[in-house]
T-cell receptor, first 114, second 114 residues
Framework: SAVISQKPSRDICQRGTSLTIQCQVD?????MFWYRQQPGQSLTLIAT?????????ESGFVIDKFPISRPNLTFSTLTVSNMSPEDSSIYLC???????????FGQGTRLTVV | GESVGLHLPTLSVQEGDNSIINCAYS??????FIWYKQESGKGPQFIID?????DKRQGQRVTVLLNKTVKHLSLQIAATQPGDSAVYFC?????????????FGQGTILTVHP
């Protein structure tokens, strides 16, 4: 199976700052997704990262807070902007590796905002 | 490492027992369902999937049952081992033909005692 790598794996950030998380897939994929997993919770979809166009955000998530880039078919970034302690979560990227196949996940980025 | 499942339902079993983890899903139009296993500090790992035209699918030591009438999924793990201890999530594909856009269930913490 392909590998999905995220950087950084964890970070501790000051409130008011921004963090950009990188996601690299070792094969070209059509769709990439970003999820948030708050402490003790399940995963919630933030947005679909579309290659060559603006990301599609789910209800409750906005581009100003979570800008996303998708410059090519193997790479995406998620920025968490103007962070507050409520943004402390695990952020995960995922991608299905083919048509009609399950989505694979990166190992996640554990963000703590102080 | 830290557990992401601190506030989730729990299931404790003895090694060698069979485990059954249940999940209710929300969208009657969903046509593809996946079970993921998440170990501490890692991203979700695919276990088994099932499409809506089936009601049962078996893998190695795992079986997924789908009851579309009551929108219910279950994951059965045979001869549970300590290495099966993790958080288990069901997910339904809500992206239609765009696989990977998932809505996750709340998750269950499985603890296997030697």
């Amino acid at each position: 199976s392909a590998v999905i790598s995220q950087k950084p794996s964890r970070d501790i950030c000051q409130r008011g700052t921004s963090l950009t998380i990188q996601c690299q897939v070792d094969s070209q994929v059509t769709m990439m997704f970003w999820y948030r997993q708050q402490p003790g919770q399940s995963l919630t979809l933030i947005a679909t990262a579309n290659q060559g166009s603006e990301a599609t955000y789910e209800s409750g998530f906005v581009i100003d807070k979570f800008p996303i880039s998708r410059p090519n078919l193997t790479f995406s970034t998620l920025t968490v902007s103007n962070m507050s302690p409520e943004d402390s979560s695990i952020y995960l990227c995922s991608a299905p590796l083919g048509m009609d196949t399950e989505a694979f996940f990166g190992q996640g980025t554990r963000l703590t905002v102080v | 490492g830290e557990s992401v499942g601190l506030h989730l339902p729990t299931l404790s079993v003895q090694e060698g027992d069979n485990s059954i983890i249940n999940c209710a899903y929300s969208n009657s139009a969903s046509d593809y369902f996946i079970w993921y296993k998440q170990e501490s500090g890692k991203g979700p790992q695919f276990i088994i999937d099932i499409r809506s035209n089936m009601d049962k699918r078996q893998g190695q030591r795992v079986t997924v049952l789908l009851n579309k009438t009551v929108k219910h999924l279950s994951l059965q793990i045979a001869a549970t081992q300590p290495g099966d201890s993790a958080v288990y999530f069901c997910a339904e594909n809500t992206g239609g033909t765009s696989y990977g856009k998932l809505t996750f269930g709340q998750g269950t913490i499985l603890t296997v005692h030697p």
